[in-house]
């Protein structure tokens, strides 16, 4: 295999890392998120860190990147997913900036604005697909089971669900801290991928990105979302000559779904069963 | 004494340099609370319309030649056009189809990104600078302080585009059903309004007041295409103030230009950001639906 | 016999007009009670006021032998009250199945990490929710719909969903608000058959609010009647039926309303 398509290859296991993460909190918890780069920065920081300057195996160091960001994430949630609605998604903004300016200023740990370089390259190509294939399996398990359909509960009616007996904050804030997790660990990869991570690399476009992943795949859908991962991760390598517009076609294609089919490519339907109504249809 | 006095004096031309920044924060987040009350979605392509007005003013400017009058004109009345164009081809289908608030949020994070790309694509990612047409001499006061006729050129301004808005959401029939909107928008609709118009105007005065803004931002800071994302701050001032109140969005934003000028002033520049987002942090915790917000109960 | 639930001059008003004013009244342990009244007497407030959703501002509930008036509404829920709701709140898009399922796992846990793997008692508790909720379906007449998206179901069947998501939390006390809004004749008289055999073999507490006299008179031996927010009459049907106030209520709702 050629050095290039290991490294696409590469890229999308970490996008559909950090797309599942948001999945799972956009449309399973129908929590809408504008700062979800930041905890990538935060995984990617704190994994760089810990191998460089304290020569942590690349393992651990990952699973600990994850771990910051959920931490971090816990102590957000926990005051704003108790409000409903937008407050979130604007204090979302606002801490993902406030991350990104603390990593830019605290120059002693994080070394400014100009970025840390000299990571380890750890993410090889074993190493992005066997984390993929776990998470993406604990993924699956987890909305298959009693957490994934009081995440919907609370998504489709919270007061339904609180009046059959849901903490519809408590299950909020394990959505927001599980998908803090795979965006963290997405971010750890993507540092040992590329092997130098700079604060401006998590702004907001970034996190833009990852929730028209989720959106284009159809919120409510984790297939739809490793779909949509898929076809933007690869429609960006293409345009990549001409990249002035790809934020143009991110932006216009989120308007554009929104109006017309404002449930994704998949609606809320998985990959199998959204082709058995595909052929029932069809004969 | 001398360097308590000088310690006063650096005070007192930092609050007033607030004051005018939170002002013209003000015109922002009040443009976005008054959609907000209306439709319950926070519209992230406000930033658009402000970068709209900028540029409007400049093409005005430099391009036709006009005056100061006439080039605002255009920017208030081309912003307004742009958000009512942006309500009816993005919202509008969405808002009529489905109560999904999330949906509109969504495409307004899209509009956003389009009309910043549009600027970058066709006009080009550079600073400009508008022609000094807005005196920026400094003014002594009272032998006090001294701050810039533009600081207070757009306290000034900020003022009386807010006071006219009262009057328009006070005095008017239209003013009236807003409000009666921003109780429930259903039931204006109920009662005969129509609500699509009534919709287009409270987006052209929201887009009209966050083109006086854009104004006064580009000569504060320059015009480029990315100059929208100091919506931020006005939406940050929106939450402490609680999402959806005029009042609360008004006082968020003096209390955000005075803590980001005075720890301009007293700290230093590069915390300033800093100091906006540990308030946002400091209000969710202490008050989470902002200091003027009322928690809204859903019908059962 | 002791109470299950006491309301003692339960008040609550919203921007100054009293939506419920200085109710109190108790319903006995395994009883079917109907609360009844005209439109906007202040029924379903009274629901929302013992679910949590409203705090009174005035006034004490007791369930069970216990003070619930200061708890959150999911923690009165796991005290053992379920209900239903006068405008449906069914999860539209999810299957039939699924809508009593995410209620009935709710008394059927198991832990977070036999959630991700599948592993330990995973297999077998999903199975209990579901077995559970397959009978409890079975129970309402919709078995053979449970993969069916619950949207798409008809008005009437939509109501017994309801009731079986309810049933699923395995509640002490059943409120059920206006099940019989939108039904036919023929479906209310079905529904009137439902409601009273739950009644007889879950051992349950029922309340229904009902907007039609005639369904309440006939299978609820206990009857309060409000009106204006104000509990204006109590008492058997035959008692409420001749009772002044109640007759005044009666028609002069109807004297608005035609």
Not at chain 1, 161 to 167: E, P, T
Not at chain 1, 259 to 283: A, T, Y
Request: overall charge neutral.
């Amino acid at each position: 295999m050629s050095g290039y398509t290991e490294g696409i290859i590469i890229l999308l296991c970490i996008n559909a890392i950090a797309g599942m993460g948001v999945s799972l909190l956009t449309g399973f918890a129908g929590v809408f998120s504008l700062g979800h780069a930041a905890y990538m920065a935060l995984g990617a920081y704190t994994t760089a860190i810990l191998t460089v300057q304290y020569s942590m195996h690349w393992l651990p160091a990952i699973v600990a990147g994850g771990i910051v960001a959920m931490i971090v994430a816990y102590f957000i949630g926990v005051p704003t997913l108790r409000l409903m609605g937008d407050y979130f998604a604007i204090a979302s903004l606002g801490l993902g900036e406030a991350i990104r300016l603390i990593l830019e200023n605290w120059q002693s740990v994080t070394r400014g604005a100009r970025g840390y370089p000299g990571i380890d390259p750890y993410t090889t190509l074993p190493v992005a697909v066997g984390a993929f294939l776990i998470l993406l399996i604990l993924m699956f398990n987890f909305i298959n089971s009693r957490y994934g359909r009081a995440c919907k509960a609370c998504r489709d009616d919270y007061i339904a669900a609180s009046l059959l007996g849901f903490n519809t904050a408590n299950i909020r804030i394990l959505a927001l801290v599980l998908s803090a997790f795979y965006c963290g660990v997405a971010g750890a990869l993507l540092g040992g991928f590329l092997s130098f991570i700079q604060p401006v690399m998590f702004d907001m476009m970034k996190s833009t990105e990852l929730t028209a992943v989720v959106v284009f795949g159809g919120l409510g859908s984790m297939s739809g979302t490793l779909l949509g991962t898929l076809v933007i991760t690869l429609v960006t390598e293409l345009f990549r000559p001409i990249s002035q517009y790809r934020m143009l076609i991110y932006g216009a294609v989120l308007v554009i779904i929104m109006v017309i089919r404002p449930e994704g490519i998949l609606g809320n339907r998985e990959l199998p069963s959204f082709f058995r109504r595909f052929l029932r249809r069809d004969s | 004494m001398k360097e308590v006095s000088h310690g006063l004096e650096t005070f007192l031309q930092q609050v007033i340099n607030g004051l005018s920044l939170g002002s013209v924060y003000a015109l922002i987040a009040v443009g976005y609370s008054l959609v907000y009350s209306v439709l319950l979605f926070s519209n992230f392509a406000h930033g658009g319309f402000l970068v709209v007005g900028g540029y409007a003013c400049y093409a005005a400017l430099k391009v036709l030649g006009a005056n100061i009058w006439v080039a605002s004109a255009m920017s208030l009345v081309g912003a307004g056009i742009v958000a009512v164009v942006t309500e009816r081809l993005a919202y509008k289908p969405i808002r009529e189809r489905t109560n999904v608030t999330l949906y509109l949020l969504i495409a307004s994070m899209g509009m956003s990104i389009v009309i910043e790309n549009l600027f970058v694509i066709f006009v080009g990612g550079r600073f400009r600078a508008l022609p000094p047409v807005i005196p920026t001499s400094p003014v002594s006061l009272f032998g006090l302080a001294t701050t810039s006729a533009f600081d207070l050129l757009s306290l000034v301004a900020s003022v009386v585009f807010l006071g006219a808005l009262q009057i328009f959401l006070l005095r008017t029939k239209w003013g009236l059903a807003i409000r009666a909107a921003a109780y429930d928008l259903r039931t204006a609709g109920l009662m005969g309004v129509n609500v699509n118009l009534l919709v287009s105007i409270v987006f052209f005065v929201a887009g009209a007041l966050a083109a006086v803004g854009g104004i006064f931002l580009s000569v504060r800071y320059t015009l480029y295409p990315q100059l929208g994302g100091i919506t931020i701050k006005a939406f940050v001032a929106a939450v402490i103030g609680g999402l959806g109140s005029l009042p609360g969005a008004v006082v968020g934003s003096i209390i955000l230009g005075l803590a980001e000028m005075l720890t301009a002033g007293f700290i230093s520049s590069q915390l300033r950001d800093l100091v906006v987002f540990s308030l946002l942090v400091v209000t969710l915790l202490v008050k989470p639906s902002g200091l003027f917000g009322k928690n809204v109960s859903e019908k059962v | 016999m002791a109470a299950i639930i006491e309301l003692t001059n339960i008040t609550k008003t919203f921007g100054g007009v009293r939506a419920v004013d200085a109710i109190s009244f108790s319903v006995e342990r395994g009883e079917l009670a109907g609360l009844i009244g005209p439109n906007g007497a202040g029924k379903t407030t009274v629901f929302n006021l013992i679910t949590g959703v409203y705090d009174p501002d005035q006034g004490s509930i007791v369930f069970d032998g216990e003070d619930i008036t200061p708890l959150k509404t999911y923690q009165v829920i796991r005290k053992g009250i379920a209900r239903t709701f006068q405008n449906l709140r069914l999860f539209q898009r999810s299957t039939v199945l699924e809508n009593v399922m995410t209620a009935a796992q709710n008394g059927l846990p198991y832990s977070f990490w036999e959630g991700v793997t599948h592993l330990g008692r995973w297999r077998g508790v999903e199975r209990k929710i579901r077995d559970k909720s397959m009978d409890l379906l079975a129970r309402v007449g919709l078995a053979d719909r449970a993969l069916q998206e619950a949207g798409t179901l008809p008005y009437g069947y939509q109501r017994r969903l309801e009731i079986a998501r309810a049933l699923s939390l395995d509640p002490k006390l059943l409120l059920l608000d206006e099940p019989a809004a939108g039904m036919n004749p023929e479906e209310v008289y079905a529904l009137n058959d439902l409601i009273t055999a739950i009644h007889r073999d879950f051992g349950l507490s029922i309340i229904v609010i009902e907007h039609h006299m005639d369904l309440v008179m006939e299978i609820c031996p206990h009857i309060v009647c409000m009106n204006f927010g104000a509990k204006i009459a109590e008492g058997g049907p035959e008692a409420i039926q001749r009772h002044p106030e109640v007759l005044k209520a009666y028609l002069g709702d109807e004297e608005e309303t035609a």
